[in-house]
C-alpha cells in the first residue's frame, strides 16, 4: 500500500521578497482581521493557475472583476517593492479593453519605469509560486535597472 502524498496548489511555497510583498498588499485591505487567520498561501492562491485551469478559461467576454483586481495587486506590489529597492516611488496605470487587452505602466518621476502590453487577461496568473516569485523580481529588476540608468529622471 502506498500513499501518495498531495502537494499543494502552485507546489511548495518559496521564499522571495516579492511573495512577501503581494501578501502584505493583499493583507493591506482586510480592515476587519478577517484574513488574519489565513496563510500567505491561502490569500494568494488565485494567482495560481495551471495549464488545465488556464485552458477552461473563456476568453470571450468581459474580463473578470477577481482578475482585474488581482492583476492590480500584482503591479501594486511591484510597484511598492521598486519604491523599497531604490526610494522612488513608481505609481500604476493602467487600461484595459473590455475583451481582455490593454496596457500597464508604472511611472517613477518623470521616468516610465514598467511598460507591458498585456493580452488575453482573463487567463492572468502563474503556474506555480516559483513562478510568481520569479515573473514579479523579473518585472522589478528591470524597474530598478531602468531607474539605476536614468536616475535624475526617476527622481524628478
Known amino acids: 500500500m502506498t500513499t501518495d502524498v498531495i502537494e499543494p496548489r502552485g507546489g511548495t511555497m ?14 493591506a485591505e482586510d480592515s476587519y482581521g478577517q484574513w488574519d487567520d489565513k496563510t500567505d498561501a491561502d490569500l ?3 494567482f495560481i493557475v495551471t495549464r488545465d485551469e488556464r485552458r477552461e478559461i473563456p476568453i ?13 495587486k500584482f503591479y501594486d506590489a511591484v510597484g511598492l517593492l ?3 529597492r ?4 513608481a505609481s500604476q496605470m493602467q487600461k484595459m479593453s473590455h475583451e481582455g487587452f490593454g496596457r500597464i505602466v508604472l ?5 516610465v519605469v514598467v511598460s507591458k502590453h498585456l493580452r488575453d487577461i482573463h487567463r492572468f496568473g502563474f503556474e506555480s509560486w516559483e513562478k510568481l516569485a520569479e ?9 530598478v535597472e531602468t531607474i539605476e540608468a536614468y536616475p535624475d529622471a526617476a527622481r524628478a
Not at 467576454?61 to 477577481?66: L, R, S, V
Open 14 to 27: 518559496v521564499e522571495s521578497d516579492f511573495l512577501k510583498q503581494l501578501a502584505a498588499v493583499i493583507r
Open 44 to 46: 494568494m492562491a488565485e
Open 107 to 111: 511611472i517613477a518621476g518623470k521616468l
Open 86 to 89: 531604490t526610494g522612488c516611488m
Open 60 to 72: 470571450i467576454g468581459d474580463p473578470d472583476p477577481d482578475v482585474m483586481w488581482r492583476l492590480g
Open 82 to 84: 521598486i519604491e523599497k
Open 135 to 143: 515573473g514579479g523580481d523579473k518585472v522589478v529588476a528591470a524597474a
